[in-house]
């Protein structure tokens, strides 16, 4: 089959859209234009299937990459017969292919080529298929020469052992079967290093840990992993020894022979010396790579779900990066998010100069007729906040904003750019207040990985992360749209067709001939040709164009459709698009052509009725419980207002006010059976929780959201105030430091944790 054919059966999808979407990936066309702007050519399929295609072509390719590769290597070596051929054309996965090519595969020495170099490769011959009356050592005995340092009986048969073994080990049926049995009977063992107990506490849980490889979660494997890359712990990945080396003699020893003793000495050491290292480096890369699809799957749709979450939209923001020793750095934006003013103030311990603080800022909100104070929940994010709200600001939000990521980009080279003469901190302050207004402007100028709200985003392959969070952030850049005359180059380079340096191009134009006042005028920015401008105009707004339509997502392709409805309904394009009864009378069946179908004549007249519209929600303030500003406010049973920050496959983080994340765990989250947080919960929505339990030396909250459980559920549970107790301890947080966001504090679950997903798997 061709890759088309192997496609379309792989995603259960028609061959003509897999083979139509192959050639717009192939043209250069994104997933967010192909999905949006080419659904007659693909059958409507969205971008996941879009993606999925491309993904799924891009590994059949490379497979196909690697047997051209390897035919030509065993064709150059004289060993290419038509059977081989088309053994390894008939091939479908990398793994099988690798095992066909290792017999033939160039090898530094081994133990059975300096065998073969002393002669005794018909020997080997001899023990594998030997005649019943066949004298073993007198055949063995043959072979003695001690010019070829073979000089005796039992140097022979050991040399023909080495041989024997590595024909075990690179025969394709033997490491079909071996690793059948690796992955379904695999035990992942882990043991402490002696003497490291103390300096791993953190993964105390794996001191004297098994678990089965195929029913190991995402987060255990890699923590697992992490462990033993700290060499805190010693880990294997196998089944039992005694099953595997059954496995290879039900395979290879004929007990009637003279050779069986020989054949069984030589698939123990094929097995332990060859196989077993090579089965357990592929099981432990397999349960890697679904550990990292699982975990690159978790962080891409907490990524998704903070990109969108609601704007405040153009408000003139006061904005606070709060601060005990250093005070609180304030910036003053305006609509559009430019810097008017920014200063220090010291409301906080130990300067505590609250009535000039005051004074300050109340003088600043009239000055810039500010609508909205964001304060960075980062150290002292409470006390600033009670301090704010003490002012009594008539007409103003005040509104406490994850800072996480802010000093990523207050280092930047975006921040340097943009604020060359600006502090880091008041460059933060910059970024608290702008993520406010819109969080998915500001939040591209990170690198995705550092903006919190993933789980084990460093032990995970960099790339495959990269691409899918790349892909996260260009799907919801282009599904909000992105106006042109007030971008910034970041947010404008994940618009389809665009990148960084057209984006620059963009931003220069901009700045030496003005606003652009209507689509067509992109065509005139250095090398944005005819295909970008295809790929990009319809995500891209121009605010009060002359053209209602450059304010929409409909795609400029496609004005001309627009504009014949206008003529047959006797108006213009701007009273159709603000008149709905307009709208009910339009055919879409009067408008169908070769290459414009109902899909895309669906979404013009969706695009009419609500034109640029944005699919966030909308904002709505939050505040947390006053008076509960530490951990050592809380106390069991207590119900407070929280923000979700991330979301893993054990449970959701939830901000409650004061300064660490407390864990929702699954068994926690609903009072009916989940197997996924996101059924539930999703990244920044806001809830009501109950704390169950409080772990202040270990800096340890336990939450819960069940309805009418909560705090009867803890009952006879101890508060844990300054001391340890392990039995009651649900999980670790992912914050210690809220500005540190490697979320690394998480990956050691509680006996009581493991028992409860235990518990899940087999309901």
């Given at each position: 089959?061709?890759?088309?054919?192997?496609?379309?059966?792989?995603?259960?999808?028609?061959?003509?859209?897999?083979?139509?979407?192959?050639?717009l990936?192939?043209e250069?066309?994104?997933v967010?234009f192909?999905?949006?702007?080419?659904?007659?050519?693909?059958?409507?399929?969205?971008?996941?299937?879009?993606?999925?295609?491309?993904?799924?072509?891009?590994q059949?390719?490379?497979?196909?990459?690697?047997?051209?590769?390897i035919?030509?290597?065993?064709?150059d070596?004289?060993?290419?017969?038509?059977a081989?051929?088309?053994?390894?054309?008939?091939?479908?996965?990398?793994?099988?292919?690798?095992?066909?090519?290792l017999?033939?595969?160039p090898?530094?020495?081994?133990?059975?080529?300096?065998?073969?170099?002393?002669?005794?490769?018909p020997?080997?011959?001899i023990?594998?298929?030997?005649?019943?009356?066949?004298?073993?050592?007198?055949?063995?005995?043959?072979?003695?020469?001690?010019?070829?340092?073979?000089?005796?009986?039992?140097?022979?048969?050991?040399?023909?052992?080495?041989?024997?073994?590595?024909?075990?080990?690179?025969?394709?049926?033997?490491?079909?079967?071996?690793?059948?049995?690796?992955?379904?009977?695999?035990?992942?063992?882990?043991?402490?290093?002696?003497?490291?107990?103390?300096?791993?506490?953190?993964?105390?849980?794996?001191?004297?840990?098994?678990?089965?490889?195929?029913?190991?979660p995402?987060?255990?494997?890699?923590?697992?992993?992490?462990?033993?890359?700290?060499?805190?712990?010693?880990?294997?990945?196998?089944?039992?020894?005694?099953?595997?080396?059954?496995?290879?003699?039900?395979?290879?020893?004929?007990?009637?022979?003279?050779?069986?003793?020989?054949?069984?000495?030589?698939?123990?050491?094929?097995?332990?010396?060859?196989?077993?290292?090579?089965?357990?480096?592929?099981?432990?890369?397999?349960?890697?790579?679904?550990?990292d699809?699982?975990a690159?799957?978790?962080?891409?749709?907490?990524?998704?779900?903070?990109?969108?979450?609601?704007?405040?939209?153009?408000?003139?923001?006061?904005?606070?990066?709060?601060?005990?020793r250093?005070?609180?750095?304030?910036?003053?934006?305006?609509?559009?998010?430019?810097l008017?003013?920014?200063?220090?103030?010291?409301?906080n311990?130990?300067?505590?100069?609250?009535?000039?603080?005051?004074?300050?800022?109340?003088?600043?909100?009239?000055?810039?007729?500010?609508?909205?104070?964001?304060?960075?929940?980062?150290?002292?994010?409470?006390?600033?906040?009670?301090?704010?709200?003490?002012?009594?600001?008539?007409?103003v939000?005040?509104?406490?904003?994850n800072?996480?990521?802010?000093?990523?980009?207050?280092?930047?080279?975006?921040?340097?750019?943009?604020?060359?003469?600006?502090?880091?901190?008041?460059?933060?302050?910059?970024?608290?207040?702008r993520?406010?207004?819109?969080?998915?402007?500001?939040?591209?100028?990170?690198?995705?990985?550092?903006i919190?709200?993933?789980?084990?985003?460093?032990?995970?392959?960099?790339?495959?992360?990269?691409?899918?969070?790349?892909?996260?952030?260009?799907?919801c850049?282009?599904?909000?749209?992105?106006?042109?005359?007030?971008?910034?180059?970041?947010?404008?380079?994940y618009?389809?067709?665009?990148?960084?340096?057209?984006?620059?191009?963009?931003?220069?134009?901009?700045?030496?001939?003005?606003?652009?006042?209507?689509?067509?005028?992109?065509?005139?920015?250095?090398?944005?040709?005819?295909?970008?401008?295809?790929?990009?105009?319809?995500?891209?707004?121009?605010?009060?164009a002359?053209n209602?339509?450059d304010?929409?997502?409909?795609?400029?392709?496609?004005?001309?459709?627009?504009?014949?409805?206008?003529?047959?309904?006797?108006?213009?394009?701007?009273?159709?698009?603000?008149?709905?009864?307009l709208?009910?009378?339009?055919?879409?069946?009067?408008?169908?052509?070769?290459?414009?179908?109902?899909?895309?004549?669906?979404?013009?007249?969706?695009e009419?009725?609500?034109?640029?519209?944005?699919?966030?929600?909308?904002?709505?303030a939050?505040?947390?419980?006053?008076?509960?500003?530490?951990?050592?406010?809380?106390?069991?049973?207590?119900?407070?207002?929280g923000i979700?920050?991330?979301i893993?496959?054990?449970?959701?983080?939830?901000?409650?006010?004061?300064?660490?994340?407390?864990?929702?765990?699954?068994?926690?989250m609903?009072d009916?059976?989940?197997?996924?947080?996101?059924?539930?919960?999703?990244?920044?929505?806001?809830v009501?929780?109950?704390?169950?339990?409080?772990?202040?030396?270990?800096?340890?909250?336990?939450?819960?959201?069940?309805?009418?459980?909560?705090?009867?559920?803890?009952?006879?549970?101890s508060?844990?105030?300054?001391?340890s107790?392990?039995?009651t301890?649900?999980?670790?947080?992912?914050?210690n430091?809220?500005?540190?966001?490697?979320?690394?504090?998480?990956?050691?679950?509680?006996?009581?944790?493991k028992?409860?997903?235990?518990k899940?798997?087999?309901?």
């Open positions: 089959m061709n890759i088309t054919n192997k496609i379309a059966q792989a995603l259960s999808i028609a061959e003509k859209q897999v083979r139509d979407t192959l050639a990936l192939d250069g066309a994104t967010p192909i999905s949006r702007y080419r659904k007659e050519v693909t059958g409507s399929l969205d971008e996941v299937q879009v993606a999925d295609i491309r993904d799924k072509a891009l059949l390719r490379e497979l196909d990459k690697r047997r051209e590769s035919l030509k290597s065993i064709e070596q004289g060993k290419l017969t038509d081989l051929k088309d053994k390894i054309l008939a091939t479908e996965t990398m793994s099988v292919l690798e095992d066909i090519y017999p033939y595969k090898k530094r020495k081994t133990k059975a080529s300096i065998a073969k170099e002393r002669g005794l490769e020997l080997a011959d023990l594998l298929s030997p005649d019943l009356s066949t004298d073993i050592e007198a055949e063995a005995a043959k072979f003695i020469d001690a010019e070829k340092e073979v000089e005796d009986v039992e140097k022979a048969l050991a040399g023909a052992r080495d041989i024997i073994a590595e024909k075990l080990n690179e025969d394709s049926e033997t490491r079909a079967e071996m690793r059948e049995l690796f992955m379904s009977k695999g035990t992942f063992k882990a043991r402490v290093i002696p003497g490291k107990e103390e300096e791993g506490a953190k993964y105390k849980d794996y001191f004297e840990w098994s678990e089965s490889l195929k029913n190991a995402s987060h255990r494997v890699l923590a697992m992993r992490r462990a033993e890359k700290e060499m805190i712990i010693s880990l294997d990945c196998s089944p039992e020894e005694e099953d595997a080396l059954f496995l290879m003699e039900d395979l290879h020893v004929d007990q009637r022979t003279p050779s069986a003793a020989q054949i069984q000495m030589a698939v123990k050491d094929a097995y332990k010396r060859l196989l077993k290292p090579s089965m357990e480096t592929e099981s432990r890369l397999v349960s890697k790579k679904g550990a699809e699982e690159i799957g978790v962080f891409a749709e907490n990524l998704r779900q903070l990109l969108l979450s609601a704007p405040l939209g153009q408000k003139r923001v006061l904005a606070l990066d709060p601060g005990f250093t005070g609180c750095k304030l910036v003053c934006l305006d609509r559009q998010g430019k008017l003013e920014n200063t220090a103030i010291y409301p311990e130990p300067q505590r100069k609250v009535a000039e603080s005051g004074s300050i800022v109340k003088r600043l909100c009239e000055k810039h007729d500010i609508e909205a104070i964001a304060i960075g929940n980062g150290t002292a994010s409470r006390e600033t906040e009670s301090f704010v709200r003490n002012l009594g600001l008539s007409g939000e005040v509104v406490v904003v800072e996480s990521g802010a000093s990523i980009y207050s280092a930047s080279e975006t921040a340097r750019n943009e604020f060359p003469d600006l502090d880091l901190t008041v460059r933060g302050a910059v970024s608290i207040g993520r406010l207004m819109d969080p998915l402007a500001e939040l591209v100028k990170i690198d995705p990985k550092s919190g709200v993933g789980q084990y985003q460093h032990d995970v392959d960099q790339s495959a992360l990269k691409q899918s969070l790349d892909d996260v952030v260009m799907s850049v282009n599904a909000v749209g992105v106006e042109v005359n007030t971008a910034s180059k970041e947010l404008l380079s618009v389809s067709g665009l990148g960084p340096s057209i984006a620059q191009n963009i931003v220069d134009f901009r700045n030496e001939n003005g606003a652009f006042t209507n689509r067509a005028q992109l065509k005139k920015v250095p090398r944005l040709g005819p295909k970008a401008y295809e790929q990009c105009a319809g995500f891209l707004r121009i605010r009060d002359k209602p339509l304010a929409s997502a409909v795609h400029p392709e496609s004005y001309s459709i627009v504009k014949q409805m206008a003529d047959d309904l006797g108006v213009t394009i701007g009273e159709l698009m603000s008149n709905e009864n709208h009910k009378q339009i055919k879409l069946d009067n408008y169908v052509t070769e290459n414009v179908g109902i899909p895309t004549l669906t979404d013009i007249l969706k009419l009725a609500k034109p640029g519209r944005d699919p966030r929600e909308k904002f709505e939050f505040q947390f419980a006053d008076g509960v500003e530490k951990i050592t406010d809380l106390t069991v049973g207590m119900k407070l207002p979700v920050t991330n893993t496959n054990f449970g959701a983080f939830v901000d409650i006010g004061v300064h660490q994340d407390g864990l929702v765990h699954l068994s926690q609903a009916r059976y989940i197997s996924d947080p996101n059924e539930v919960v999703k990244v920044h929505q806001k009501q929780v109950v704390v169950t339990d409080v772990d202040i030396s270990r800096n340890r909250i336990a939450l819960s959201m069940k309805s009418g459980d909560g705090a009867g559920s803890s009952q006879g549970r508060q844990n105030r300054g001391k107790n392990s039995s301890n649900r999980r670790p947080s992912n914050q430091n809220r500005r540190n966001n490697s979320n690394d504090n998480d990956e050691n679950l509680s006996m009581q944790d028992l409860a997903m235990l899940n798997r087999f309901k």
